[in-house]
């Protein structure tokens, strides 16, 4: 009895369970085959018992028939048989004829047949269903034989269904007695044991605990404590009643330290050892050097939180300095280890498409890096009519590196959505931008291939990379000798071209510098010519086989997995030939959202912030400028009068593609080759724009009215030039309106005239780019609601520009040139009684949300 107290005193119910479940998993085994043998003898038992019955039945049946034919016969002898005696001998007799054909096609035991081919049973049935008495004596003796013999057999039926019976519950009285003798007695013992165990376990990590000259506080995931130890008790003179069930935190640590104290307690690192004061009962404080580390159970979940401090009171003041230099040396490569891993992700993010399926090109690119952030980059892209495949490597590894990247990932981007296949102008494109951002600091060099999938024309620039290599159809590989300066370098370095006349079933091969570069344990770079070997044997590999056979080769040479430079590389097949992929403009009619005026005035909740506000036009009828508020909170931009025939005369498919970045919108609209352009240099050159604008509008023979008109809005956009557009980073102007001001070196503007049968157009371009659809919309809308004139809104220029116009457009790209361009129809008169439509075209909404909370 003490024994069994102890052992549900120290023992938890958790610590014995599992330790029952080892105990199970001894003797499972033991189980299964002592088990299945008597379940599989009582399955057979009940199988037998089951038959034996069913043949015993049978047998009755059987029995009573030929008994019931026999009484029939004797019925006949004596003329007093029945209807129904008569049909059960018709009956019987065809029973006989049957099992002698058997034409059912049953199971017929030995007597059956015999008694089927008894000629003798036959005769004498045949001759009394005649009516003849002579043989009838013999038939009832045959039936009275039969009927004897299935009563016996229905007897050793029944016997030996009654010993199936007897051996099924030998099999269930036996396989009892080993389950209890052999299974569960064996388990009770084991888990016995196993608990005792525990028990005695537990007592002397409890002896070990309390004897430590080190304080042990044990706490939940509440932070209270559960355990205390009685060195902690004697040291900081805590009475146990005290400490158990209180916070660990508000009980023995001051205030301002509870922060670290809880962190520690969070991370749960051994390895980490913080000094932080603990409170004595007195109110004294001891300088305790604290770790902690988690009681998890066997998933990993934590259970328990164990803090153990060394009192370090007598030597706390000489290590403060120590460990405080060691804590921020660990913040900071944990900080830098998390900003190389966001790097990382970014830069993966940064990489192109693993599988490349292009117009004309398919195949695959791989990259390897050797430190967390890579410096090589690839990607891909197809435009109307030209796959571009694009490799680069960065000088170095590292943050710098991936920086690089970026900023080649976001010109590729924008080179993307321009259509730019020819290699020359992107590596001139991406050559600026990484110039303009690393000052020369950092190169990248680079290899461009385009093929244009309608002839199959490749295209290749190089900007100071690795030699690609061509293989053609037969099998041969012919290195591409076409070489540059690396990207970042000069301004006004020269992109070289080359091109080549490639058939159907070619493969192009970019790779890193590091293929060639990499080094044996001998210290020899693996080279140009163990490459081309390696090419020349894998020449009939696919292009997975021919990639991982690559990798296999570099690695058996240099004997090792890993690598010491980024390892990059593409195979590209030319393996198809196509037409030109339609025009983007028309892609981009396909695109358009189109609103309805009435849709959306029923519309009450915004529009969705995914929907792109570039390809968003509202079709407007009559009295669509209430709208005008609820435009500016959706930030609805765009706005086609749909009955309006002036829109008709700038075509339709103009109107809706103005969202693709143009150069000349006067040229697209006014189909003017060489519009007259003023430039304006300084704000003195105001009044010389404003008379040239006249004369010309006069030698165009414009209508008087017109003249001053759009002499009008000329003088709008130039102080709008001048003074509107030039701000600073938080949308400041930079200038009063009417300072005399000289535009800046980098500083352009030009008012620009154009003319067209009847349709005259102004346009004002800038190099600020600081005007902001939100910006335009609230002008609008504060004007319509009345507050134009008040004090800080400005605009009116704006405004008025609009309602004077039959079109008005305008086209920003942030921070790189706005233009304003105006409309007119001078088959009618001017009015600024009209609401027209306009259109405001913003090439990042990126910059636009970012401009607007600045």
């Known amino acids: 009895m003490p024994e069994n107290v102890r052992l549900a005193e120290r023992v938890p119910i958790g610590s014995f369970y599992r330790a029952n479940l080892e105990a199970v998993e001894d003797v499972r085994s033991r189980t299964f085959i002592a ?23 049978k047998a009755l049946v059987d029995a009573q028939h030929y008994q019931r034919l026999a009484a029939s016969i004797l019925t006949v002898e004596k003329g007093r048989a029945t209807d129904v005696q008569w049909n059960d001998l018709r009956m019987a007799q065809a029973r006989i004829m049957d099992m002698r054909e058997n034409s059912g096609g049953h199971f017929l035991s030995p007597y059956e047949k015999a008694l089927a081919f008894n000629q003798t049973l036959v005769d004498a049935l045949n001759a009394v269903l005649q009516g003849r008495t002579d043989d009838i004596g013999q038939a009832e003796g045959i039936f009275s034989s039969a009927a004897a013999h299935y009563r016996a057999q229905a007897a050793d039926d029944l016997r030996y269904g009654q010993g199936f019976l007897l051996g099924g519950a030998a099999a269930l009285f036996f396989a009892f007695l080993y389950a209890w003798l052999g299974i569960l007695r064996p388990i009770g013992r084991q888990s016995r044991e196993r608990a005792l165990a525990l028990a005695r376990a537990g007592e002397f990590n409890e002896d070990v605990i309390n004897t430590a000259r080190v304080v042990i506080l044990v706490v939940d995931a509440g932070q209270r404590i559960v355990l205390a130890n009685h060195h902690c008790q004697s040291l900081l003179q805590w009475p146990r ?24 307690l969070a991370d749960s690192d051994p390895g980490r050892i913080l000094e932080i004061p603990a409170y004595t009962a007195t109110g004294e404080t001891r300088v305790m050097a604290w770790s902690a580390t988690a009681v998890r159970d066997v998933s990993g979940r934590e259970l328990l939180q164990v803090a153990m401090g060394v009192d370090v009171t007598e030597r706390a003041q000489a ?9 921020q040396a660990q913040l900071l490569s944990d900080r830098l280890r998390d900003e190389a891993q966001q790097a990382a992700a970014l830069h993966a993010v940064y990489l ?11 195949g695959l690119a791989t990259s390897i890096t050797s430190s967390e952030v890579g410096g090589d980059y690839f990607d891909s892209y197809a435009t109307a009519h030209a796959a571009v495949a694009l490799l680069g490597d960065v000088s170095g590894h590292g943050l710098a590196a991936g920086s690089i990247v970026a900023v080649a990932k976001a010109a590729v981007n924008q080179l993307r959505e321009e259509g ?14 990484i110039l303009g951002t690393a000052q020369g600091l950092r190169l990248m060099t680079m290899v461009c291939a385009a093929v244009d999938f309608r002839c199959g024309i490749l295209q290749v620039a190089n900007a100071g990379h690795q030699f690609p290599y061509l293989q053609w159809p037969d099998g041969r590989w012919e290195l591409l000798d076409i070489g540059g300066l690396p990207l970042g370098q000069e301004a006004s370095a020269g992109v070289a071209v080359k091109q080549w006349d490639i058939p159907l079933g070619s493969r192009l091969l970019l790779i890193s510098d590091g293929w060639v570069e990499e080094i044996s344990p001998a210290g020899e770079p693996f080279g140009y010519e ?6 020349a044997q894998l020449a009939e590999a696919n292009d ?13 040479y240099c004997e090792r997995e890993d690598f010491e430079d980024d390892m990059t590389i593409m195979v590209l097949r030319h393996d198809e030939r196509l037409p030109e992929l339609p025009h983007v403009a028309d892609q981009e009619i396909r695109e358009i959202v189109r609103i309805a005026q009435s849709f959306y005035q029923q519309k009450t909740e915004r529009l969705s912030p995914r929907l792109s506000r570039q390809h968003l036009v509202l079709f407007a009828e009559e009295g669509w400028q209430v709208l005008l508020p609820r435009m500016a909170r959706d930030g609805l931009r765009r706005v086609l009068v749909s009955p309006d025939p002036f829109l008709q005369i700038l075509g339709w498919e103009r109107l809706l593609t103005a969202h693709q970045e143009a150069d000349d919108d006067l040229s697209v609209f006014m189909n003017a080759a060489a519009p007259i352009q003023l430039p304006l240099t300084q704000s003195a050159d105001k009044d010389g724009i404003l008379a040239a604008t006249s004369a010309w509008l006069q030698e165009a023979q414009a209508p008087e009215i017109w003249i001053d008109t759009l002499t009008l809005m000329a003088d709008e956009l130039v102080e709008n030039a001048l003074y509107a557009a030039p701000r600073d980073a938080r949308g400041a102007a930079l200038y009063a309106k009417g300072t005399p001001r000289t535009l800046g070196e980098q500083e352009t503007a030009h008012l620009r005239l154009a003319r067209r049968d009847n349709v005259f157009a102004l346009e004002m371009m800038d190099s600020w780019g600081t005007l902001t659809p939100a910006i335009f919309l609230r002008r609008l809308t504060a004007y319509m609601e009345g507050d134009g004139l008040l004090p800080g809104i400005g605009g009116g220029g704006l405004y008025l520009l609009w309602r004077l116009a039959d079109y008005l457009q305008i086209r920003v790209v942030p921070g790189r040139e706005s233009r304003l361009t105006v409309f007119v129809n001078l088959d009618r008169l001017p009015s600024d009684d009209r609401y027209p439509s306009f259109q405001f075209l913003y090439h990042n909404d990126i910059h636009e949300w970012s401009h607007e909370h600045a």
């Open 530 to 535: 163990r490459l081309e070997t390696a090419l």
């Open 420 to 433: 730019i296949g020819c290699p020359k102008k992107i590596l001139t494109r991406l050559n600026g931008a």
């Open 319 to 327: 290590q403060v300095a120590l460990q405080s230099a060691l804590q």
């Open 352 to 362: 192109g498409q693993r599988t490349i399926s292009l117009p004309g090109l398919s």
């Open 544 to 556: 997975e086989a021919l990639r991982d056979g690559l990798f296999q080769i570099l690695r058996t």
């Open 35 to 57: 088990l299945w043998l008597p379940a599989f003898l009582l399955v057979i038992a009940g199988i037998g018992v089951w038959e034996s019955l069913a043949w015993h039945g």
């Open 241 to 264: 009643t005290q400490l158990l069930g209180h916070s660990l935190l508000a009980t023995l640590v001051a205030e301002e330290d509870r922060p670290a104290m809880a962190v520690l």
